[in-house]
């Protein structure tokens, strides 16, 4: 019925090495992302749409992760027309036009659920959103077996925030200042879940300040309609500098450890005294690689050793 949908067979290793491979300094999110998304995907008869909600700076690899599992779900990948990207302070901001807004939305979401029911749905800058628009969201995430003769619990929904970075810095310095292995963090260490889901549910407007926007105030979350409230870590110089060796093997640039030096130093770290993570992550690598490539100025040989802040 529903053959001309774009669904190629979900294989859960093929999630696995993309996220192992190439996801840096995420073990973290990657671990939960894989078992949530091959939990729902094998799931005949799943209860509800999946419902993930990314949080933390840029650069961390929010989009990154997106992309990994919808080139995991459909051939045409993030490009799919099942795949439908919607960014925050782009669609859907105009105050006046929020009922029309509210009811286009659901009317996408409803008429392409309705040709596929394997769509998948991801909400960029959630935190732009008007709050209301977002709990206007709420009957089709939930556990309702249909709405008007369309089911919605096939679909994938991802929402991609900032809220709650600075919780999740704060925790990640915490820990990284106690001598705690990253790769050892949990979602329980230094109570990370429960202070993310605090901002989340107590947002008193204080720790967030703005760039939480209203999504906190949101029903959304009360309703426990989000399946997973996934942290994505600070990078660190070490990921930065993966980061620019991978973006380097993609642009067929040849192998320099230099060079991946070179770039990772130019970034912004803090805290100021410590330089532990990346202010951009991963974010201006491809960029800042452009620019030297165009200007046929890669220092390919003899930049030295990171700076000793840099690295730990
Ligand atoms: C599917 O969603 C897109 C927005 O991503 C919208 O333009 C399109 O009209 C929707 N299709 C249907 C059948 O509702």
Redesign the pocket.
């Known amino acids: 019925m529903f053959s001309s949908c774009d669904n190629k067979t979900f294989h859960s290793e093929g999630l696995e090495l993309d996220l192992k491979s190439k996801v840096f300094g995420q073990h973290l999110a990657t671990a939960v992302v894989l078992n949530a998304v091959t939990v729902f995907m094998r799931d005949q008869h799943p209860q509800k749409p999946l419902v993930l909600s990314f949080h933390g700076g840029g650069g961390t690899g929010k989009n990154h992760v997106a992309k990994i599992i919808a080139q995991n779900i459909f051939n045409d990948g993030e490009s799919s027309?099942q795949v439908?990207?919607?960014i925050g302070d782009y669609h859907f901001t105009k105050e006046e036009n929020l009922e029309t807004h509210k009811a286009q939305l659901r009317?996408?979401?409803?008429?392409?659920v309705?040709?596929c029911p394997c769509?998948m749905?991801i909400f960029d800058e959630m935190d732009k959103m008007n709050p209301e628009l977002i709990d206007s969201l709420r009957p089709i995430l939930d556990h309702y077996g249909n709405i008007d003769g369309v089911t919605y619990r096939y679909a994938l929904f991802l929402f991609l925030s900032n809220a709650g970075t600075r919780t999740i810095n704060r925790v990640a310095y915490d820990l990284w200042s106690a001598g705690t292995i990253r790769e050892d963090i949990q979602l329980s260490s230094g109570n990370l879940e429960t202070e993310l889901s605090k901002d989340v549910f107590n947002n008193n407007g204080l720790i967030l300040c703005v760039s939480v926007g209203g999504f906190w105030h949101s029903r959304l979350i009360n309703k426990n309609v989000v399946d997973f409230f996934i942290p994505f870590l600070p990078l660190e110089y070490r990921h930065v500098r993966l980061c620019v060796l991978a973006h380097m093997a993609a642009m067929g640039l040849p192998w320099s450890e230099d060079l991946a030096d070179h770039v990772a130093r130019e970034m912004q770290y803090f805290p100021r005294e410590d330089r532990v993570f990346s202010v951009t992550g991963c974010k201006r690598v491809r960029a800042r690689l452009d620019i030297l490539s165009s200007h046929d100025e890669l220092p390919l040989q003899g930049s030295g050793p990171p700076s000793h802040n840099a690295v730990r």
């Open positions: 027309k439908h990207w919607f009317r996408w979401i409803r008429g392409n309705t040709k769509s749905f």
